[in-house]
């Protein structure tokens, strides 16, 4: 069965730190690895995958896939409090379905 | 671009009764999904569609469910009769080939 497992679930920081949120996926006919960022209503998206080793990068935030391990990371660094939101992790398939995890809150405080 | 546009934005019902849910995908795209999401389970596959076709249907819950996209402009998911564990948040996105989806502000259904 396909699944995609991200961690923590919750992950409460300090504006100006860093922080590293994790995702693992095992997706039959994997295509490449998503993620979107959700605060209060539709998931944006954020990074799309599809290279081992070749990270991709959008002003503080950063993202790496690891296809052998089936694994990637998500980097912000000094973080905001408008970076609070959930964050998610999508495995693709070739059918073009995506198959998400159940998402990590990152909470940011003053 | 006005995006992916759901309706309605809210919506509450009874246990029983039907419920119908819309959408209006970006123009141009040629692929469809509708989402349920949940605490428990987080976001779900229920159909998508790819030029108006449904391809995959295996994450709708039950014959209580049905989709339809009668044209490329518009997709309606259809719950009757609807029961109270189908309370979520339904969100509809479309994708031209393999680029990510683009997601709507969803539905939030609640059934008592």
């Known amino acids: 069965e396909d699944k995609v497992v991200q961690s923590p679930l919750s992950l409460v920081v300090h504006e100006g730190d860093t922080v590293t949120l994790n995702c693992s996926y095992e997706?039959?006919?994997?295509?490449?690895l998503l993620w979107y960022k959700q605060e209060k209503k539709a998931p944006t998206f954020l990074f799309m995958l599809?290279?081992?080793?070749i990270e991709k990068k959008s002003g503080r935030l950063s993202s790496i896939l690891d296809k052998k391990e089936l694994f990637s990371i998500l980097n912000i660094t000094a973080t905001q409090t408008g970076d609070s939101a959930v964050y998610l992790c999508?495995?693709?398939?070739?059918?073009?379905?995506?198959?998400f995890g159940t998402g990590t809150r990152l909470t940011v405080i003053p | 671009d006005a995006g992916v546009i759901q309706s309605p934005r809210h919506e509450v019902t009874e246990m029983g009764q039907e419920v119908t849910l819309r959408c209006k995908p970006i123009?141009?795209?040629?692929?469809l999904f509708w989402y349920r999401q949940t605490m428990m389970r987080g976001l779900e596959l229920l159909i998508y569609?790819?030029?108006?076709?449904?391809?995959?249907d295996s994450g709708m819950p039950e014959d209580r469910f049905s989709a339809k996209m009668p044209n490329a402009s518009f997709s309606t998911l259809k719950i009757q009769p609807s029961e109270p564990r189908d309370s979520a948040v339904y969100f509809c996105?479309?994708?031209?080939?393999?680029?990510?989806?683009?997601f709507g502000n969803g539905t939030r259904l609640t059934v008592t």
């Open positions: 996105a479309s994708s031209f080939g393999g680029s990510p989806l683009h």
């Open positions: 997706v039959t006919n994997f295509r490449s």
């Open positions: 599809t290279s081992s080793g």
């Open positions: 999508a495995g693709s398939t070739g059918a073009n379905n995506l198959f």
């Open positions: 123009s141009g795209h040629d692929y």
């Open positions: 569609f790819n030029n108006n076709v449904p391809i995959d």
